[in-house]
């Protein structure tokens, strides 16, 4: 991502990045398309659905109207109806981890069959995360800039929610100065995200944005409130009983391949660090971003950086980070250009974020957690601006 002018404060894309960003686009979109069409997404060639992630959210969705949602958090019982989902029993498990508040979500889309839930749910979420990067670059080429960032791909084709997770979190920036209550019921909805928002708090604090914190404790609170009258307290007795269950089966066995998480958690484990130690990396991580977060938001720096610093922290204070969740990094690019458009990129700035976007596309032929170098990249992007005071 790069601006080759600034004039009348519309941001002018580099003729080159302009066609590379174009060539993503297409290349994306014809891949799904190809894929749909020879039935290795969403449907089959047999008309049977294709096992994503997303059957998942759809079996939770199903058990809700079936008057049973605690037991989308009963492995054994949440794959036989992810198997009815799709047509048959495939090998495999697709695990609901998520809070009971995001149950009202798998129920709405478990209305609809399989497969128009699946086109529905994109057809909803990736609109929301497009409106969010131009609202925050405020110029029509962040709807360019959005569908071509390489991690979509990651997040359409197993149906996964990295779309609403990035409008929701960079809705809530966009606004936060201007309308911050309204900001804060963006980020008290978050919540059924809730390993993404561990440095939120620090920020709202650090920057004295107390009526957003307000207003998001208090959203946060009635939701869940909501979700407890609407499915009953042994749906969040299962949701608590099920986190050991899930951080066994995932954090600490990866069944899901460590490869895949794009954390240094991930990374440690891959290369055969024993958990322990993979812990104690990933804690010294979190709490460094913690401090630095703090440091950012307390200080005078432009609010487009703590805005990009708060995204990225959060991604690496994480251990629980896959690809579909780098759609969020999408975020603070956005707000990297936008401070860009006052500033101009630093030297290598753009040319860092491009190699970040490199590694986000790499994922599928290497396996290997791209996606948590160009997390660092970006990171030390934002930290240099910030050392410099923006």
């Not at 495939?90 to 981890?97: D, I, S, T, V």
């Not at 969010?132 to 405020?138: D, K, L, M, N």
């Amino acid at each position: 991502m790069a601006i080759a002018a600034i004039e009348k404060k519309r941001v002018f894309l580099a003729r080159p990045i302009e066609l590379a960003a174009i060539a993503l686009v297409i290349a994306q979109a014809v891949y799904l398309a190809a894929s749909y069409w020879q039935g290795t997404w969403i449907l089959a060639p047999d008309g049977k659905g294709v096992p994503s992630d997303f059957v998942n959210v759809w079996a939770a969705g199903d058990l809700v109207l079936q008057n049973k949602p605690w037991l989308a958090y009963d492995w054994p019982a949440h794959k036989a109806v992810e198997d009815q989902a799709v047509g048959y029993s495939f090998a495999g498990y697709f695990g609901w981890h998520y809070p009971p508040m995001y149950l009202f979500v798998a129920a709405t889309l478990a209305l609809l069959p399989y497969a128009p839930a699946y086109f529905a749910w994109l057809a909803l979420t990736f609109p929301a995360y497009m409106g969010v990067v131009r609202a925050i670059i405020a110029d029509r080429s962040g709807y360019l800039l959005a569908a071509a960032f390489p991690a979509l791909l990651a997040n359409s084709v197993v149906g996964q929610n990295g779309f609403l997770t990035a409008a929701l979190f960079g809705g809530a920036l966009v606004i936060l100065v201007e309308r911050p209550i309204l900001a804060g019921v963006l980020i008290g909805l978050l919540t059924y995200k809730p390993h993404l928002g561990l440095l939120i708090p620090f920020a709202l604090i650090a920057g004295a944005h107390w009526r957003a914190f307000a207003s998001a404790s208090l959203t946060a609170l009635v939701i869940a409130a909501l979700s407890l009258a609407a499915f009953g307290a042994q749906t969040w007795l299962a949701f608590f009983g099920s986190i050991s269950q899930t951080s066994e089966a995932f954090l600490s066995n990866g069944w899901a391949d460590f490869g895949k998480l794009q954390t240094i958690l991930g990374l440690a484990r891959m290369l055969g660090a024993p958990e322990r130690a993979a812990w104690i990396l990933q804690g010294a991580l979190a709490i460094a971003a913690v401090f630095a977060i703090i440091m950012i938001w307390r200080s005078k720096a432009a609010f487009e950086l703590k805005a990009a610093a708060l995204v990225a922290g959060a991604m690496l204070a994480t251990p629980y980070l896959y690809t579909y969740d780098l759609v969020v990094m999408a975020i603070p690019f956005a707000f990297m250009f936008r401070l860009a458009q006052r500033t101009r990129f630093l030297p290598y700035e753009a040319s860092g974020m491009g190699i970040a976007c490199a590694l986000i596309a790499s994922f599928p032929f290497f396996g290997v957690p791209v996606g948590f170098f160009a997390l660092l990249i970006v990171a030390a992007l934002i930290l240099r601006r910030a050392l410099m005071r923006g």
